[in-house]
């Protein structure tokens, strides 16, 4: 079995290494490619990652290459996690909004449409690439905006999945705070990627007990801390919202948050210039602790569980981004949704879903037809497409908004913008 992963050379890529090393036994590797155009960063990061695979005993072979094509060549499946314009571009998505009192966030909002501006034509461009290599090879996206990257290689015929590791992080958090394996906790994880909701917690399978009454009852103001929402609001809901729905739950509370402080881009910036440091010394060969300031946390353990149910035809259920398909009637079948889904060799099929509530299926309508309107500006381009999509954004809405985020949104990105 070959893997590829495009993006290989992110700091990211440790964590991905040590799940391959510690799961060996569900995703059997005999080969694993590191791609990337950053060549310097390749050898740091592809350096720890052999490393790695020798302190565990992993028998499968690591390169890496600048090359896409030949990276890719033969892979059984490939790996997603680029990023376009690197920390420069996002720190750029999360000031500029600002100005206009609107979140400035690297997955949502105008920093967010930024970045699927970006984003959408290359990984097309590579996704193309891959088919031309390996017709059958399937691609796993975690690059950011999942539900909009996603929703382009679906679209355009590539036989894609989307993964998020939002769902996997509150299995495990729950799954901690109930004292039981998290193979035990099913999630009844519905939503959008970035704009999902739990509404039930299950031990014992999907037949289980919903025990998200106890969890919120018991453990509320721990869970409500880690969302950084408030305890009566999480009560009020009477589900688990998503870290994200910060950004339109308290959006202007937020705002004031993000201009009191440096940017998240320059707190990841230098974490990495740290790690690249720690990654360049051949004595190590684990994942250091400071990898888990980064983010990412559990990604690893997603991919595996992913990539081994596509590959080895399993059926088991995972939670993933794919076509709605009616799973959720009021949207179109070609919106892409986050939710459990039964996967194998085909593919992702979405589990039935429970009527969305009115408080919660608005806000998944509408961030759906701004994503749809995203995706033709990313693919089409134009002045008047960007707009359109930012006035349809539930965070921004307003006209002159919606004009000046416009302009600035292709003033700080026109190097990447092959129509501006």
């Not at 391959?20 to 310097?40: K, N, Q, Y």
């Amino acid at each position: 079995m070959k893997l590829a992963v495009v993006g290989g050379g992110s700091t990211y890529t440790p964590e991905l290494i040590d799940g391959f090393a510690r799961l060996r036994d569900v995703l059997p590797l005999e080969e694993l490619v590191l791609v990337d155009p950053a060549a310097d960063r390749l050898e740091l990061v592809g350096g720890l990652a052999r490393r790695i695979f020798a302190k565990q005993g992993h028998p499968g072979t690591i390169s890496w290459t600048d090359d896409l094509d030949a990276g890719v060549d033969g892979a059984d499946a490939v790996l997603l996690q680029l990023r376009v314009g690197g920390q420069a571009a996002r720190n750029q998505d999360e000031t500029w909004p600002l100005e206009c009192g609107c979140v400035g966030q690297e997955t949502t909002g105008a920093g967010g449409l930024a970045k699927a501006l970006r984003t959408v034509p290359v990984v097309l461009d590579i996704a193309e690439r891959v088919r031309r290599r390996n017709p059958d090879a399937w691609i796993v996206d975690f690059t950011n905006p999942v539900g909009i990257v996603t929703r382009a290689l679906l679209t355009a015929g590539h036989r894609a999945v989307g993964l998020c590791n939002v769902a996997i992080g509150f299995q495990r958090k729950f799954a901690k705070l109930l004292g039981v394996d998290p193979g035990e906790v099913t999630l009844e994880h519905v939503g959008l990627n970035h704009l999902t909701w739990e509404r039930a917690v299950r031990v014992g399978g999907t037949d289980g007990e919903d025990v998200l009454p106890k969890l919120l009852a018991e453990h509320g103001e721990a869970i409500a801390e880690d969302l950084r929402m408030p305890r009566t609001l999480v009560s009020r809901l009477g589900v688990v919202p998503s870290y994200y729905l910060r950004y339109y739950y308290q959006h202007d509370a937020v705002v004031r948050e993000l201009r009191s402080k440096p940017s998240r881009a320059a707190e990841v910036a230098a974490i990495e210039r740290e790690l690249l440091e720690m990654y360049g010394d051949p004595a190590l060969d684990e994942k250091p602790e400071l990898l888990g300031k980064r983010g990412g946390a559990f990604y690893s353990e997603a991919a595996v569980d992913l990539t081994s149910s596509l590959l080895g035809d399993t059926g088991e259920v995972r939670i993933v981004n794919t076509f709605n398909k009616g799973t959720l009637p009021f949207l179109p079948d070609d919106a892409v949704i986050e939710v459990p889904a039964a996967v194998n060799a085909q593919g992702a099929k979405p589990l039935p879903v429970r009527p969305l509530e009115p408080l919660f299926a608005g806000l998944v309508a509408n961030v759906t037809a701004y994503e749809r309107l995203a995706l033709e500006a990313a693919l089409k381009g134009g002045r008047e497409r960007v707009f359109q999509a930012l006035l349809s954004h539930p965070l921004i809405g307003q006209i002159e908004y919606a004009e000046k985020l416009t302009d600035d949104l292709i003033a700080h990105n026109r190097e990447h913008l092959a129509w501006a």
